[in-house]
């Protein structure tokens, strides 16, 4: 009954999506699919395009957000390769999780070069964080502690092993030598949990990200041992030293970006990348991707196909290597 049920919900999810994306087709409008339920992450990343553009003038009409929940983003990463392979009109928001999710093989037959990556507008950044009153005053610190006995060390994070969380304490073990498998990490059901977890000393590390640490940091209860970063950020995170700098080989951006069908043309595809890269360099925009916690990336086209698809290889050899896929 259980499985009838989300297949049932699955197709329900296209077929009912179908409405919407028959009418955008037929009038030619920009269009952008949420893999996911109204409200969360990809919601956020449509609306940033599609008001983004609007505002700054790169779109005649308003674009149709159309939302496709279901197994993690891959019903409409099947959908695309399935239904829509050559739709110039038509964006699908992605981020770090659908790289993470290819990596693990959750997208069925289809893997990272199934689509054309178009280009990211925002990026968080991991970070790895202890609590104010942590014996670990830095980054050595803690990999020392690691490299002694990872097991008197707990990590905690919202999301279970394989998710994007874990795998910023798995890179972080690795990067000082510790095989990740022995790693302590509990999974709460969200950031906040395990953030309260981490404030109450139940987890001695919490790998979360730079943009929900904000009101954390003023109130000086927790210390950011690094951020996961190619360089320093700006604001209230200057103070923050990035990983790298600390001699640890350890990044973890959490980009907002959009991919389209493998058979667009390339014209339409230059057009999109077009569109993006003037969107990211107008001053409305900078505003807008600043209230919803993300910072500046500028990937488009071609390098950001190839980012992407790097990320993927590199995901891959990290779950082969915990065990996590053959």
Known sequence: M?????LSFTLAAVLGSSVLITTAQASGEAECIAPAKPGGGYDLTCRLAANGLLDAELIDAPMLVTYMPGGIGAVAYNHLNGVRTDDPNLIVAASTGAAVNLALGKFGQYD??????????????????VNADSPY?????????LQQD?????????????????????LTAQAADVDPKSLRYVAFEGGGEALAALLGNHIQVFTGDLSELKSQLESGDIRVLAALSEERM???YTDIPTAL???????????RGYYMGPEVSD?????????????SQD??????REARGLFPMARFGDDFDAYVKAQVADFKTLAQHVGLTQ
């Not at 259980?2 to 989300?6: E, R």
């Not at 990272?112 to 964080?129: F, K, M």
């Not at 980054?139 to 502690?145: F, G, R």
């Not at 707990?154 to 798995?170: C, E, R, T």
């Open 137 to 145: 005053q830095s980054l050595d610190q803690l990999m020392t502690a």
């Open 245 to 255: 700098e600390q001699g640890y080989d350890v990044q973890w951006p959490i980009w």
């Open 112 to 129: 990272a070069d199934e689509v054309r990556w178009l280009g990211a507008l925002g990026v968080d950044y991991g970070a790895i964080v």
């Open 283 to 288: 001053e409305g925009f900078a505003e807008r």
């Open 2 to 6: 259980q499985i009838t049920t989300a």
């Open 150 to 170: 990872p097991t008197q060390v707990a990590f905690g994070a919202g999301g279970s092993i394989g998710s994007q969380d874990w795998m910023k304490a798995a």
């Open 267 to 279: 014209e339409a595809y230059q057009a999109w990348v077009e569109r993006l890269e003037a969107l």
């Open 234 to 236: 700006a604001g209230p």
